[in-house]
């Protein structure tokens, strides 16, 4: 179920205000003056594993933070409460100025030029999408192992990478979609910020752990 959530919360990330009004603009960066759909394909592939180590490196971080700690009740009512605190920024009940960013384009040349930016783009855009990306980092730290911290981010990681791809090739036939996505923004925020909030409150509670337990036994 955890990777479920983060798998989630990569996703929504993907459609968040500040990242999909640019993914069109991404996507003219792997595609430059060739048409070809497949070496469009093959640099957007390359970005995704860029930020995709660097997620994971954090996932690795926290995971570690999270092992050292395990077992402790205090480190899933800190997380919870964090995870708590983004879903009331996500619904602009609470202000968090630094969660808001955009990245600078670069020239893309090749599959190495695009997987710098991938890692530049992790960086980058972290206040973009920091609401989720801090969330599935929280669930990182709660995990109470180093390889469960990695496969969480690269679940959050997949979230964002596996629709970037399918957009790279076929962003043309996908306009109508996003713009739909775009129109309903309020609802959606309103939507994530909750969903955040109902997982942030059930870690502190203690209502999470139990639920994965029980989905654990059967």
């Known amino acids: 179920m955890e990777y479920l959530l983060t798998f989630l919360e990569g996703i929504i990330s993907f459609i968040s205000p500040c990242m999909l009004p640019m993914l069109p603009i991404y996507i003219s960066y792997f595609a430059g003056s060739d048409a070809k759909k497949s070496k ?21 971080i926290f995971g570690t933070i999270g092992s050292a700690v395990a077992g402790s009740s205090i480190v899933n009512i800190v997380c919870g409460a ?3 605190v983004f879903g009331l920024s996500y619904m602009d009940i609470i202000k ?3 969660f808001r960013g955009s990245t600078k384009a670069m020239k893309i040349t090749g599959v190495l030029s695009a997987f710098v930016f991938g890692m530049i783009f992790s960086v980058s855009l972290t206040p973009c999408i920091g609401v989720f990306l801090g969330s599935a980092l929280a669930l990182a730290s709660s995990s109470g192992t180093v390889l469960k911290g990695l496969l969480l981010l690269l679940a ?11 957009s790279a090739v ?3 036939s996908l306009k109508g979609a996003f713009n739909a996505i775009k129109k309903h923004y309020k609802v959606i925020n309103i939507v994530c910020g909750i969903f955040l909030i109902i997982v942030g409150v059930s870690m502190m509670t203690g209502i999470f752990t139990k639920l994965l337990r029980v989905l654990s036994l059967g």
């Open 96 to 98: 968090i100025p630094i």
């Open 40 to 60: 469009t394909f093959v640099k957007a592939l390359a970005f995704v594993f860029g930020f995709t180590l660097v997620f994971c490196l954090l996932g690795l």
């Open 156 to 166: 959050y990681s997949a979230g964002i990478g596996i629709p970037f791809l399918i």
């Open 170 to 172: 076929l962003i043309d």
């Open 82 to 84: 964090i995870i708590t």
